[in-house]
C-alpha cells in the first residue's frame, strides 16, 4: 500500500479549508484517510501562525514510514523545517509554445518586408533626383550656349 501525505478539501463554496492527511494514494482525495497530521487554512495571512498548523511528530513517524508528501504540503513541511525539498528548476518555463513562435516569426518577416519596401521607396526618389540633376545640367549648358 502506498502512502501519501496531502491536502484533503473542506469548508463551504468559497471558503476552502484543508486537512493535512495521510491516507491511501488510492483512496479519493476526500475520502478516508489514516491519520489527520495537520491544517492549513489559506483564507487567514501568510505571516499568521494558525495559516499551517501540524503535529510534528506524527508529521516526521509517517515520513520514516515512507508516506510521499504532494508538492503543496511538500513546500509547507519545507516551511516548517520538516523535510528540505530540493528546488525545482524549469528554463523552459517561460518560452513560448510553438504557435507563438511562429506567429512572432511571421511578424518579423512583415515587419522586415515593410523595412525594405519603406527603404526602397525612400531610395527611388533619391534615384530619380539623381537622373533628373544631370538632365537639369545639360539643360542649363544647352540654354547658355
Do not use: F
Not at 489527520?36 to 487567514?44: A, E, F, H, S
Request: aromatic share 4%; charged share 35%; hydrophobic share 35%.
Amino acid at each position: 500500500m502506498s502512502v501519501s501525505m496531502r491536502l484533503s478539501r473542506g469548508g463551504s463554496k468559497k471558503r476552502p479549508y484543508y486537512k493535512i492527511v495521510v491516507s491511501n494514494s488510492r483512496a479519493p482525495r476526500d475520502g478516508k484517510y489514516l491519520e489527520q497530521v495537520g491544517t492549513y487554512n489559506p483564507l487567514l495571512a501568510k505571516d499568521d501562525e494558525n495559516r499551517v498548523r501540524l503535529i510534528e511528530d506524527r508529521v516526521r513517524y509517517w515520513i520514516g514510514v515512507g508516506a510521499q508528501p504532494t508538492d503543496r504540503v511538500a513546500r509547507m513541511l519545507d516551511k516548517a523545517g520538516i523535510k528540505e525539498r530540493a528546488a525545482t528548476n524549469n528554463p523552459q518555463k517561460a518560452e513560448p509554445g510553438k504557435k507563438a513562435k511562429e506567429r512572432a516569426e511571421e511578424r518579423a518577416e512583415k515587419a522586415r518586408e515593410a523595412a525594405e519596401a519603406a527603404a526602397a521607396a525612400a531610395a527611388a526618389p533619391a534615384e530619380e533626383a539623381a537622373a533628373e540633376a544631370p538632365a537639369e545640367a545639360a539643360a542649363e549648358e544647352q540654354t547658355e550656349a
